[in-house]
């Protein structure tokens, strides 16, 4: 259930990813390297070698430095996304993805050297550092209030705050680091790059979280006096909030593509389970309650597709994409959630079993449906800009 892939060499790439994912990844699925945390450092850099090995590490940027467009990007991603492991082996996972998508945007040759490099090699991994603890009152969902600051002192920035559910860091060499640096009516941050591990930035706890496919998991994280060279702050001060909707719009998306993949394959294994297992005298996709199951699944999968290709499109012109991003997210991540719970059904215990993946889809996919935004904080955003431009048509007609 692929859309078709919008270039020649997209689909060269993406066919190249899928044989990849296919048969070398898949097989680790059972691997005992899969923690509740996600995948060891180990086990990453065991598959990354295959990768490499494989001509499919970070294969949605080019041997030039140059980016696939979006439309290319979802035809790669998707495929990458096959095997929960697929986006850690050829280096398309959140949050590096992400990452290496708005530094590739904002930061300094000096900076893409240093901390870009690496990445897009997939000899580092790297983690964002926004999402704050409610229980501080910090960041979460809206931004302004993240609490988190960040003091000039001479040539340096001392940075205080703590972070939650910041994905990966644990085990990253690359951090961007988002501060308030200013106060006053209108909320200010700055992002800055670190190298890690640092002392100042000390892990708390990794949290135990319904998914389990990200390298370090979610960390709660102490950043106690960090100083850093103002020649480390990412493009310019008081620009954070600005260069986040720079790096979300298309992390959404990318979200979208990757478990578009995942449950993709849920789908195959119920379908393969469905014409091949036997009850009361027929085989199950003959009983209309699992057949009608998996026709909506195909029709939910189609409808994602055309959303992520439609929303990729949109970004490929140069929009922000904010609108059609939330849009896409909340259409997507609800309809990949219900296939994955078909999925379970039809499988009955084998479904709630780690025997395959779909028992993992279902958890990936209910974390989706918060992470990056949760459904009702994208609704109410579109309700706000419905509203404006409603109220805005009616004052010009």
């Known amino acids: 259930m692929f859309t078709p892939c919008p270039s020649e060499r997209s689909k060269q790439i993406a066919d190249r990813v899928e044989r990849f994912v296919r048969d070398v990844v898949a097989p680790y699925e059972q691997d005992p390297r899969c923690t509740a945390h996600g995948p060891t450092e180990e086990l990453v850099d065991e598959l990354r070698a295959k990768a490499r090995a494989a001509g499919v590490m970070t294969p949605h940027i080019l041997a030039d430095g140059s980016h696939l467009d979006q439309r290319e990007t979802a035809a790669v991603l998707k495929r990458s996304g096959l095997s929960p492991l697929g986006p850690v082996a050829v280096n398309t996972m959140a949050p590096d993805e992400g990452n290496m998508f708005l530094l590739g945007k ?13 990445l897009v090699r997939g000899d580092a991994r790297s983690a964002f550092f926004m999402t704050e603890p409610a229980e501080d009152g ?44 200013g106060d006053g009516e209108r909320a200010q941050a700055t992002m800055f790059l ?8 000390r892990t708390e706890r990794v949290i135990d979280t319904i998914d389990s496919s990200m390298p370090g998991g979610h960390a709660l994280v102490l950043i106690d006096n ?7 702050v990412l493009g310019e001060v008081h620009e954070g909030f600005r260069y986040a909707q720079v790096r979300l719009s298309p992390a959404r998306l990318s979200h979208c593509m990757r478990w578009f993949g995942t449950v993709t394959r849920a789908d195959e294994i119920a379908r393969a389970y469905a014409t091949t297992r036997k009850a009361f005298g027929k085989l199950l996709i003959d009983h209309e309650g699992v057949g009608f199951m998996l026709a909506e699944n195909l ?13 990729a499109g949109v970004l490929d012109t140069g929009s922000a994409g904010t609108s059609e991003s939330s849009m896409a997210k909340v259409a997507v991540s609800e309809a990949l959630f219900r296939v994955a719970d078909r999925c379970v059904q039809i499988l009955g215990g084998n479904g709630v079993s780690r025997d395959t993946i779909v028992e993992q889809a279902f958890r990936e996919l209910r974390a989706f449906r918060i992470y990056d935004g949760p459904t009702e904080v994208h609704k109410w955003s579109l309700a706000k800009k419905i509203k404006r431009d409603t109220l805005g048509a009616s004052k010009h007609g």
């Not at 904002?106 to 690496?118: G, N, T």
């Not at 939910?300 to 290709?309: K, P, R, T, V, Y």
């Open 106 to 118: 904002v930061a300094s040759a000096a900076q893409k050297a240093r901390f870009l490099e690496p």
């Open 299 to 311: 029709i939910d999968l189609q409808q994602a597709a055309l959303m992520i290709d439609w929303c």
């Open 226 to 232: 960090l100083r850093v060279p103002a020649d480390q």
């Open 138 to 181: 910090g960041a979460g969902s809206d931004p302004s209030m993240l609490g988190t600051t960040a003091v000039r002192d001479g040539d340096d920035w001392v940075i205080n705050g703590r972070k939650k559910f910041i994905t990966g860091a644990e085990g990253a060499r690359v951090g961007i680091v988002m501060a308030r640096t």
């Open 194 to 201: 670190v190298d890690l591990p640092h002392p100042a930035i």
